[in-house]
């Protein structure tokens, strides 16, 4: 996909704060630091229009990418980071479960993780309230950092993720790296069935 006009749009915290156009938005999920900015800054070809964060957890809104008027990339806040407190735990968790219970235009629900480590508990329960309780969304699941792999261990890898989030719908994992950029077709090639 060429990607021509991409911009930042808003940031939201309440839904009277989202877009209201009906275009389709690819909902971006995953815990702090695992690499959604730096995907989407892959994904359009530019170096930041999505800012990543030094400091995990920060990121406390839902961020929208207007992608040439034709699709939303919509950032959710990140889970799990250790240092943000309880009462900012509950509330990111908020967000992100509004969003994702009320939200028409979800087009594809795009779930990273990182490649290098197991699912987390915080990963396997957001796994489990996307395949249960959003409302039969489809969903991708993008195995990100694939650079810090070996090129002949990903495949296995990936196929080892899959096995231990339990898959048992017709999901498909990718493999991913945003320093490499060499995923990036077969990752657009699934989001476009999508839009």
């Known amino acids: 996909m060429i990607i021509k006009n991409p911009k930042f749009e808003i940031s939201a915290v309440s839904p009277k704060q989202y877009p209201n156009v009906g275009l389709p938005e690819i909902v971006l999920v995953g815990k702090s630091n695992v690499g959604k900015s730096s995907f989407i800054n892959t994904m359009i070809n530019r170096k930041s229009l999505a800012r990543t964060s030094s400091e995990p957890g920060k990121t406390r809104q839902?961020?929208?990418y207007n992608i040439d008027n034709?699709?939303?990339?919509?950032?959710?806040p990140g889970y799990g980071y250790s240092k943000m407190s309880k009462v900012e735990q509950v509330k990111?968790?908020?967000?992100?479960?509004?969003?994702?219970?009320?939200r028409n235009e979800i087009a594809l629900i795009v779930f990273l993780i990182d490649i290098r480590h197991d699912p987390t508990e915080?990963?396997?329960?957001?796994?489990?309230?996307?395949?249960?309780?959003?409302?039969?969304?489809?969903?991708?699941?993008?195995?990100?950092?694939?650079?810090k792999l070996a090129p002949t261990k990903v495949d296995a890898r990936v196929q080892e993720l899959q096995n231990l989030l339990n898959s048992l719908k017709d999901i498909t994992f990718l493999p991913f790296s945003s320093e490499k950029k060499n995923y990036c077709?077969?990752?657009?090639n699934e989001i476009e069935k999508y839009l």
């Open 70 to 76: 034709n699709f939303y990339f919509v950032d959710l």
């Open 62 to 64: 839902i961020n929208f």
């Open 122 to 147: 915080n990963d396997k329960l957001m796994y489990d309230y996307i395949i249960n309780k959003t409302g039969n969304h489809p969903c991708l699941i993008i195995a990100n950092k694939a650079d």
């Open 92 to 102: 990111v968790g908020s967000f992100i479960e509004q969003y994702l219970q009320i």
């Open 185 to 188: 077709e077969q990752v657009w």
